[in-house]
């Protein structure tokens, strides 16, 4: 591939800012370098990008991207850095991804979708009452989720916000842990509280909740509700089962909007029980009004090894199958003959 060479301009000139953008001892342009196999040579404001032609072009969007960050961040970090590069990794146009319509809104900060999946998972909350976040961990699914919650309930098209969990996680069981149910439920439920606050802020999602606006809540405290004006997020769904699935769903009332959130691969139901986040994806897709969004790990947006991980398990997984597949043809042959 033919490599060349073009000049960046940053303005305005202020030395305190490009040193933000180039981080401590350069880690930053190393980072971009790197991840982009571009080679950038600095001198003041002005930067020679040197590589592929698109190389380039996604290096000049970071580039632009960071240094307009840069009026609002005192300090840039390396996580700043992945998620601009994880970004330029979309197979949308950076120009659709720069659209400010695709904002999320929330008093504390305004958060962009990173990827083209993120992009149509938010415009499928926004369009559609009943959505599927379906992906691996990292991906974003909840924290855009309750982010639209977030600015929905800000903007007053709903009255309340739910935040619903289903009781099961990696072989604990709840009767061994310290409490009253409700203390049992909240470490289960701590990483939409995360989003809550960082959203919001403490004190105010602290009031939310006395006034119940914001509700956190078990799965097994939606039997026999019917819920208007709210947004309810039900997150970790690969572990419901059918009937549970089913219940949660014909809990939406009229004004309402859902998002149900999950990872396929990673279910800790008892073995032989089925998942309904597995059900429903096979029984509710092509119905109208129904948004099915999955993401892959081109879309995490953790720590770049989270990536790597993923995508290592899927190859895993991918082989074992194949495995399967070649010891039993083998076992027919062998009983053929």
């Known amino acids: 591939m033919t490599s060349q060479t073009v000049s960046l301009t940053l303005m305005p000139d202020n030395a305190q800012r490009l040193s933000n953008l180039c981080g401590r001892l350069n880690e930053h342009i190393q980072q971009i370098e790197a991840d982009l196999e571009l080679t950038i040579q600095q001198r003041g404001n002005v930067f020679q990008l040197s590589g592929s032609e698109i190389a380039i072009a996604d290096g000049y969007y970071i580039l632009e991207s960071?240094?307009?960050?840069?009026?609002?961040?005192?300090?840039?970090?390396?996580?700043?850095?992945?998620?601009?590069?994880?970004?330029?990794r979309s197979n949308d146009s950076i120009e659709r991804l720069k659209n400010d319509d695709l904002l999320i809104k929330t008093p504390r900060a305004s958060i962009k979708p990173r990827s083209s999946h993120q992009v149509q998972y938010v415009k499928s909350i926004r369009q559609h009452d009943i959505n599927f976040g379906i992906g691996p961990a990292g991906t974003g699914k909840t924290y855009l989720a309750v982010a639209c919650a977030v600015e929905a309930l800000q903007k007053e098209k709903v009255t309340r916000v739910l935040l619903v969990r289903p009781a099961v996680e990696a072989g604990e069981k709840l009767g061994f842990l310290p409490g009253d149910l409700a203390q049992k439920i909240d470490p289960y439920l701590r990483p939409l509280y995360d989003a809550l606050y960082e959203m919001l802020g403490f004190e105010k999602v602290a009031r939310l909740i006395e006034k119940n606006v914001i509700e956190v809540a078990p799965l097994a405290?939606?039997?026999g509700r019917t819920?208007?004006?709210?947004?309810?997020?039900?997150?970790?769904?690969?572990?419901?089962?059918?009937?549970?699935?089913k219940m949660f769903l014909t809990r939406i009332g009229f004004g309402s909007t859902a998002v149900i959130t999950g990872d396929v691969t990673q279910i800790d139901l008892p073995k032989g029980t089925r998942s309904g986040l597995v059900q429903?994806?096979?029984?509710?897709?092509?119905?109208?009004?129904?948004?099915?969004?999955?993401?892959?790990?081109?879309?995490?947006?953790?720590?770049?090894?989270?990536q790597k991980i993923v995508e290592a398990y899927d190859e895993f997984d991918r082989n074992s199958v194949s495995q399967l597949t070649s010891q039993d043809s083998s076992q027919l042959n062998e009983r053929d003959n």
């Open 66 to 88: 960071l240094y307009l960050t840069t009026e609002t961040e005192a300090v840039l970090n390396p996580n700043m850095v992945h998620l601009a590069l994880q970004e330029v």
């Open 227 to 245: 819920l208007n004006n709210s947004f309810i997020i039900l997150d970790e769904s690969q572990n419901t089962t059918s009937a549970q699935m």
């Open 280 to 306: 429903v994806s096979k029984v509710l897709e092509g119905i109208s009004g129904i948004g099915f969004n999955y993401f892959n790990a081109k879309d995490v947006v953790r720590h770049r090894l989270v």
């Open 221 to 223: 405290y939606m039997r």
